[in-house]
């Protein structure tokens, strides 16, 4: 099978859904099933609160945003995948406030791709046709395609809004590509119709296709295009990579190692030689007895959906389908949303039938998404992880990784910052107190002895050193490559010299060299 296909591009509007289970998993399977590699989001209802890592994007692509700056509604963003190379620094910006637009090039291609999103109650028409302007005066010469919900009925072509937007587009050539509708929406006791989801661009004979989609998430049908531009096929896992530190290596390394002479080790009377001398006995095969695994990363337990709520689904989709052949009997009919033929009945009945089903869908989805989050919480807690449970609870409730917000400080709360200048503040106020002399320089406040070994001390015994390693914990971060729970392992065969390098440098007042690097991780 070809690993290799055209470039397809993507479009819904969600209506939210980014934190949740229930359209994530929709907007999962519609990537896979269409093989998409950029999809356009709209309505993402995102803030600064709430931090990309957290949301429920597919593994193996990356999401760019664009959020609302005030309130909780709209917003734009593209998911991408991991194979496409691109570059999002376009130089199309403007100081319109309003405009909810997010822009990348792909590369080793002349193609601009913009997802938008035009909310007429948010940013005006004439705002958006000057943004548009401006940005393909800009790109003047490259493929430009326009994707996403411009809340303009393409096919009410007497409007003096679609007819603004007509002239816009001809000025540079622009066509839309989508016909058919992409809205139905029940108001009363009739169905609308509107198509207001659009694909916009300057280079249509490159286009393989663009169609909508049979998929629906909340009230509009996708859209799909496809380009005659190659690229690979997006991954349905992302794979990650580690060395397999498995009980039959770590046994064979055992074997090895007992076999090295470690003798020229104990004759070395320079500490860092010693060091060097055993770090490559460790690490010369390290490569050779721990070879890199590679595995496919499932998606963790918050997108797991349970059988039954599988179940809802497939019959949610099922009554949509039902709902649509009604539908198209409806508009193929002569009837004008009568209400009262069978035609018009049937797709009001099965209209119900499926916002019922939706519901319990959705209902069904974030009780499994609670049971998930409790077992996890469960499980964890009777290995006492702490870490894990805070993980969950961060993934959980969307917390973000990082927060710009800064406590209020007052006489009782004194935050790491101050604390932080009052100490950096130390040693200048303590040297504007001190008087200038001229005649003097800091090697005259050292002492003349630079002598640092120790006069007299104990040995540190290979029992002190064995119980001191074995006590720390095994997930604890060091600079070795070797992970602490091998080094444990192998600790009755370089026990002796461990306790020969940590006495040497006691004897010598020497610390080495590969010892003075640390691991400082935030808290």
Known sequence: MSNIHNLTVGHCNIQGGLTGISKTLQISEMIKKYEMDILSLNETNLNDSIATNTLNIPANYTFLRNDRGTGSRGGCGLIISNKVAYDDKVKVNTDLPTIEAK??????????????????????????????????????????????????????????????????????????????YTRVAKRGNKFTYSTIDVIITNCYSDFESSSVLPEQVGDHFSLKCVLQFKVELPPKFEKISFHNYSSSNIKAFQTYLANV????????????????????????????????????????????????????????????????????????????????CNKCINAHLAWDEYRKQRNLSNKVTKNNKRENLLNDLKSKSAKNDLKGIWKSLKIATNTPAKTNTQPKVDENNITAEIMNKHFCEVGPKLNATVPVHRNFTYRDFLTNSTDSTLGSFTEVSSDKINNYILSLSSNKAITDQLPLRVIKSILPIIIHSLTHIVNLSLSSGQFPESCKLAVVSPI
């Open 103 to 180: 822009w990348i090039k792909v590369k080793s291609s002349n193609y601009y791709i913009c997802g938008f999103y035009r909310s007429s109650g948010y940013c005006k028409l004439d705002d958006f046709i000057d943004y548009f302007t401006e940005c393909m005066i800009k790109l003047r010469g490259k493929k430009v395609i326009w994707i996403g919900d411009i809340n303009v009925d393409q096919n009410k072509i007497n409007d003096l809004d679609y007819r603004k937007l007509d002239s816009a587009l001809k000025s540079f050539n622009m066509v839309q590509t989508i016909q058919n």
């Open 261 to 340: 002479n470690l003798e020229p080790l104990f004759e070395c009377n320079e500490v860092d030689t010693a060091v060097s001398m055993l770090e490559t006995h460790l690490n010369k095969y390290h490569d050779h007895f721990f070879p890199l695994k590679t595995i496919k990363k499932h998606e963790s337990f918050i997108y797991k959906p349970s059988q039954e709520s599988l179940v809802a689904i497939r019959a949610k989709k099922k009554l949509h389908r039902k709902f649509k052949v009604n539908l198209k009997k409806v508009t193929e009919s002569n009837c004008g949303n009568c209400n009262v």
